[in-house]
Structure formats: structure tokens, C-alpha cells
């Protein structure tokens, strides 16, 4: 999976961001268009370390865990979501996307070598790289979810 700190990629993932709109449908799952945002750009805060997560335990190895979460595509719809990043509420769209957006920015400027990054709730502590890995994975599968 590229990372988001790969001008390109990340390019494409801020295009394809942008072409969101307020209506566009599902393919998958349960969340409207404005939850997947407020959800991607809650995930981007806690890897930037400004969001803490309850911490939760999964049995299997985290090295293990850690592999499958980064390079296994995840299943339409059937892929666990921590329950502090499940969207309940309608959120303002247009607000969340420029977020996304601001976020995206942030997040590429810290190097993937920063010390700073924030924990994950089921794998510790992730590399920069591994972050990077992570949310482009993240908000591929989002945006295809939504037609983007």
C-alpha cells in the first residue's frame, strides 16, 4: 500500500476528497458520506497523538495484528471499527471535509521519523511509516466506499 507521505498518493487521495459530495451513496456499510469524514479525521487525530483511544486487546500476536491491519485489504463492510471512531451524530460536511483536507496536510508534513506519532489502540506504538501505511490504506477504502 503506498503511503500518504508519496506526493502522488497523496495527490490522488486530496482529489478524490474533494470530489466528495454531501449525497453520494454508499457502496458498503452503514455510514452516511459526512460520518465517514468526521471517522477518517478522527482516526488522522489519533495518529497525529491528539486523540487517545481506550486501549483494547486482540488475541492475536500484535506483530501478527500489525502486518494483517497494514497489508491485508480490508473486508467490505466487515472490518471491525473501535467504538470511540464509530460516527453516531450528522455532521457538517463541508466542515469535515476541509478538515480532512488540513488534516491530510499535517499529517505529511511530520516526518515519518518524528518520535510524535500517536498510539494505536490494538497495535502500541506505530512507526511513521507504518501510519503512513496505515491511513492511505484507510481512506482508499473510504473513499471507494463512497464512489471517490
Given at each position: 500500500?503506498?503511503?500518504?507521505?508519496d506526493?502522488?498518493f497523496?495527490?490522488?487521495?486530496?482529489?478524490?476528497?474533494k470530489?466528495?459530495?454531501?449525497n453520494?451513496?454508499r457502496?458498503?456499510?452503514?455510514?452516511?458520506?459526512?460520518?465517514m469524514?468526521?471517522?477518517?479525521?478522527?482516526a488522522?487525530?489519533?495518529?497525529l497523538g491528539?486523540?487517545e483511544l481506550?486501549?483494547r486487546?486482540?488475541?492475536?500476536?500484535?506483530?501478527?495484528?500489525?502486518?494483517?491491519?497494514?497489508?491485508?485489504p480490508y473486508?467490505?463492510?466487515?472490518?471491525?471499527?473501535?467504538p470511540?471512531?464509530v460516527?453516531?451524530?450528522?455532521?457538517?460536511f463541508?466542515?469535515?471535509r476541509?478538515?480532512?483536507?488540513?488534516?491530510?496536510d499535517e499529517?505529511?508534513?511530520?516526518?515519518?521519523d518524528d518520535?510524535?506519532?500517536g498510539?494505536?489502540?490494538?497495535m502500541?506504538r506505530?512507526?511513521g511509516?507504518?501510519?503512513?501505511r496505515?491511513?492511505?490504506?484507510?481512506?482508499?477504502y473510504?473513499?471507494?466506499?463512497f464512489g471517490?
Open positions: 500500500m503506498p503511503m500518504l507521505h506526493p502522488t497523496r495527490d490522488s487521495i486530496k482529489q478524490r476528497v470530489a466528495l459530495r454531501p453520494a451513496e457502496q458498503w456499510g452503514q455510514m452516511r458520506v459526512d460520518q469524514l468526521w471517522h477518517v479525521n478522527s488522522l487525530e489519533n495518529a491528539r486523540r481506550l486501549q486487546t486482540i488475541p492475536i500476536p500484535r506483530p501478527i495484528l500489525k502486518w494483517m491491519v497494514i497489508n491485508v473486508r467490505k463492510g466487515k472490518t471491525p471499527t473501535h470511540q471512531l460516527a453516531k451524530d450528522s455532521y457538517d463541508e466542515k469535515e476541509r478538515r480532512t483536507l488540513a488534516l491530510l499529517f505529511v508534513a511530520k516526518p515519518v518520535e510524535g506519532w498510539r494505536s489502540a490494538i502500541g506505530l512507526t511509516t507504518e501510519w503512513s496505515l491511513h492511505g490504506k484507510h481512506l482508499d473510504h473513499l471507494k466506499q471517490a
